[in-house]
């Protein structure tokens, strides 16, 4: 993902044509209404020059690329930009730049995962492979607590793992906080 996204400036009629089903029949905005269309796997946003100012582009952008936490949030530094564009240009519009921000806030996370899983399944290769750790004691624990996540029926975020999966990495993280360390007998190889 780049830094900046690439902002194309067109008139209703030069808007890509998939784009046309979008905006109309699942986002419910006349295509002679058009303002603005982000397509995240290209990182470019569409607005129509006919419409909207460069200042209210360098608002949109802003808004898109915004990193914080709390992107509708009254402190947010694009909130003034949200605000006025619910009033000037609907609510449609202010749920595509809202949107868009959350699939940028998306690639940073998928990004930052990326990069950091090498290192965190480096170090959990190396406590198998130097035997720190024996999986005898913990196997079957690690089953049953997987098992009880799996069995909620819950989704994640993304729904990209089960909970069972979000139940054994929190009995990691409980294990690793020392709030569950009397539970399990689990102990190095050269301790039996």
Known sequence: MKEHIKIMYITAMELPTGYYFKLIYLLKIDWKDF?????????ILYVNKDKV??????GFQAV??????????????????LEHVYVKFGGSNYILLV????????????????EEAPEIVGRIE????DGNISLEEVEHILCKVWSAG????????????????????????????GKIGGIIGARKKNDV
Do not use: H
């Open 35 to 43: 303002i603005l269309f982000y397509d995240g796997k290209k990182d």
């Open 53 to 58: 100012t460069e200042e209210e582009v360098k």
């Open 64 to 81: 898109i690329e915004f990193e914080g936490p709390c992107l509708c949030d009254i402190d947010s530094p694009v909130n003034n930009i």
């Open 126 to 129: 190396k406590e198998l492979i």
């Open 150 to 177: 799996n069995k909620t029926e819950r989704k994640t975020p993304d729904n990209m793992i089960n909970y069972g999966t979000v139940y054994t990495f929190m009995f990691g993280y409980l294990l690793g906080k």
């Open 99 to 114: 949107k868009a921000n959350q699939e940028r806030q998306k690639e940073r996370r998928i990004a930052k995962a990326a």
